[in-house]
């Protein structure tokens, strides 16, 4: 029963270990970070979000997870291009403190910045998982009677069932309005579907106690702990009556013993005094 104990105990602490979350993103804007929680969700996967305080005294998100299911929750958002890229507005870009800019650095910073802001449109489009844009915009000789034409590449990836290509012209329409110059056939679109998310291979635990590792459910956590807990107390309960009753065994035994010890000598001091049959009569 000791060893039952000590077994039990050691369950419980092993649920208690796996049970830990784990920091797995942080940094994160919320509406990523809800993102995050949502896929997986629909994976199987157990998260939670946390309020955090930055350096700057400002507050960013974190997402959590089981330690046992950090491998893959992280396949699963590599799957589906989360977290989004970090991506500057062009009121940021042209916030940056420093020194006057000169005009090249300035038309730079602008292209880079319609770059991050086509971006950040395509990622709010439904389906669309990553989006990188790609804008040239050539500087034109204001004398000369030749004028270069801008141009732009967009890379897409998308989402398993989503059918982006209906909306290949209204993407490529989106971008040839948004810069000055780009015509519709000077965009080139190339759409990429993403292949399908990995499901949990629920190997994170090393194959050591499937059925308790791996449950997802708080509730089925709690059950677990209680159960141990039960055993615990069962275990106990049974070491002790086991003590118990070995004294108890022992002083019955030895009442026996005595017992028959008086019965066999009262029996013999029958036979000294002549109390049985004579075998001459």
Request: charge should be negative; charged fraction near 20%; glycine fraction near 12%.
């Amino acid at each position: 029963m000791t060893r039952l104990a000590r077994w039990t105990g050691a369950a419980v602490l092993l649920a208690c270990v796996a049970g830990c979350s784990q920091e797995l993103y942080s940094g994160l804007e919320e509406r990523d970070a809800n993102q995050m929680i949502s896929v997986l969700s629909d994976a199987g996967i157990n998260a939670s979000k946390e309020n955090v305080e930055t350096r700057d005294g400002g507050s960013s998100w974190q997402v959590d997870v089981d330690s046992g299911e950090v491998g893959d929750a992280l396949k699963v958002l590599r799957a589906h291009g989360l977290p989004h890229q970090q991506l500057e507005s062009l009121g940021q870009i042209f916030q940056q403190q420093g020194l006057v800019a000169t005009p090249s650095e300035e038309r730079v910073r602008y292209i880079y910045g319609v770059q991050q802001e086509l971006a950040r449109t395509l990622d709010d489009v439904d389906g669309v998982v990553v989006a990188h844009v790609q804008v040239v915009i050539p500087e034109n000789d204001p004398l000369s009677d030749k004028v270069k034409p801008s141009s732009a590449s967009v890379y897409i990836k998308y989402r398993p069932g989503v059918d982006l290509q209906v909306m290949a012209p209204m993407v490529k329409e989106l971008v040839t309005h948004s810069i000055e110059g780009l015509s519709y056939d000077n965009v080139s679109l190339f759409l990429q579907a993403e292949s399908p998310s990995a499901q949990p291979t629920n190997q994170g635990s090393g194959g050591m106690l499937p059925g308790l590792l791996l449950m997802r459910s708080p509730f089925a956590w709690l059950m677990a702990v209680l159960l141990a807990l039960t055993l615990c107390v069962v275990a106990l309960l049974g070491a002790r009556r086991g003590v118990f009753g070995s004294r108890i065994a022992g002083a019955f035994g030895g009442d026996r013993g005595s017992g028959g010890g008086n019965g066999g000598s009262g029996s013999a001091d029958f036979a000294a005094q002549g109390g049985g049959p004579s075998r001459g009569n």
